[in-house]
C-alpha cells in the first residue's frame, strides 16, 4: 500500500515558478513510477508526465515540455515538479499517482495511488 500527499501549491503571477511535492508512504514507493497530473475546472483531468522509479528517466506532455521537471529523491521517498514559465492555463489541481510500470502512454487506469490533490493557480 502506498500513500501520497501533495503539497507546494499557490498562488503564482504568470512567468513564475512553484515545486510542487509528493511525499509517500510505503516501503516499496521506491520500486513505483510517480507520474504527475492535473485537472482544471470543468476539464478532465491530464496527464503532466512520470519519472522512472530510479528516477532515471522522465517523460512529460508536450504542454509542459521544456517548462516543467520532474525529479525523484528515494531516500526521502518524495518526487519533486518543478514548474517553470507558469502559464495562466496552467492553473489547476494537480496530483501525484503511483503506478507498477513505467509507461508514457499517460492513461489514468496504469496508476493505482493517487494523491488528494493541491491547488495551482496562476495569474496573468
Known amino acids: 500500500q502506498v500513500q501520497l500527499v501533495e503539497s507546494g501549491g499557490g498562488l503564482v503571477q504568470a512567468g513564475g515558478s512553484l515545486r510542487l511535492s509528493c511525499a509517500a508512504s510505503?516501503?516499496?514507493?521506491?520500486?513505483?513510477?510517480v507520474g504527475w497530473f492535473r485537472q482544471a475546472p470543468g476539464k478532465e483531468r491530464e496527464f503532466v508526465g512520470v519519472?522512472?522509479?530510479?528516477?532515471?528517466?522522465?517523460y512529460y506532455a508536450d504542454s509542459v515540455k521544456g517548462r516543467f521537471t520532474i525529479s525523484r529523491d528515494n531516500v526521502k521517498n518524495t518526487v519533486y515538479l518543478q514548474m517553470n514559465s507558469l502559464k495562466p492555463e496552467d492553473t489547476a489541481v494537480y496530483y501525484c499517482?503511483?503506478?507498477?510500470?513505467?509507461?508514457?502512454?499517460?492513461?489514468?487506469?496504469?496508476?493505482?495511488?493517487w494523491g488528494q490533490g493541491t491547488q495551482v493557480t496562476v495569474s496573468s
Open positions: 510505503g516501503r516499496t514507493f521506491s520500486t513505483y513510477a
Open positions: 499517482a503511483a503506478a507498477g510500470r513505467y509507461s508514457t502512454s499517460g492513461g489514468r487506469n496504469e496508476y493505482a495511488y
Open positions: 519519472v522512472r522509479w530510479n528516477g532515471g528517466s522522465a
